[in-house]
């Protein structure tokens, strides 16, 4: 897997980092990608899935207020009120799964967190191929502390196999994987099985 970032990929930059999780402002409002997402930050490579997006106020204590009383459409608002976009940002949060070890992709928590200002990529669909083609990042996952963490790994699920062209097989692999890994929770296991379809 190449880990050259692609300038047209480029979505943001890290505002915040700790070993599991990482947080990132994007350039462009509403620029997030979507829940599930596979994300890539610095160099060498530390991968993430977006687990959060969230779009509020710059500032945090000042609350974004109504503006569209008086406009026909959402457009409107945007268009006649030009100063939102510098008012409000949009913001991820991606579970880190996995990173580059000298040129190899390991998937497990790398030793140091990505820096703050590390540039964050979208993944494209040969990337998340090549890193899907191992499901052990799928623990990582699975026992993370976050809310709606099911609803993120149906999401990873689906959007992998959209990136393949055999998405049924990469789905049944992911299945497998995730039924060995919560083979102590089916309620859970059923859920998550009906979601990835």
Do not use: W
């Not at 008012?87 to 992709?105: I, N, P, S």
């Not at 992998?160 to 890994?181: I, V």
């Amino acid at each position: 897997m190449t880990t050259a970032p692609q300038a047209e990929a480029r979505i943001g930059e890290v505002v915040e980092a700790g070993s599991t999780e990482f947080a990132a402002e994007c350039y462009t409002l509403y620029g997030a990608p979507p829940l599930g997402a596979l994300v890539r930050v610095g160099d060498p490579a530390v991968y993430g899935v977006v687990y959060s997006v969230t779009t509020a106020a710059l500032d945090p204590g000042r609350r974004v207020a109504a503006r569209g009383a008086g406009e026909p459409d959402e457009a409107s608002v945007y268009r006649n009120n030009p100063q939102i976009a510098r008012l409000l940002a949009t913001h991820l949060q991606a579970l880190v799964v996995g990173h580059d070890r000298a040129g190899t992709l390991v998937q497990r928590l790398p030793a140091a967190p990505p820096r703050i200002h590390a540039f964050v990529y979208c993944c494209d669909d040969a990337d998340v191929r090549a890193f899907s083609e191992q499901l052990d990042y799928l623990h990582l996952l699975a026992t993370a502390s976050v809310p709606a963490i099911d609803e993120v790994i149906a999401a990873n699920v689906r959007l992998a196999a959209e990136a393949r062209p055999d998405g049924d097989g990469f789905r049944a692999s992911a299945a497998r994987a995730l039924a060995e890994e919560l083979a102590n929770d089916v309620t859970r296991l059923k859920a998550i099985l009906r979601s990835i379809q």
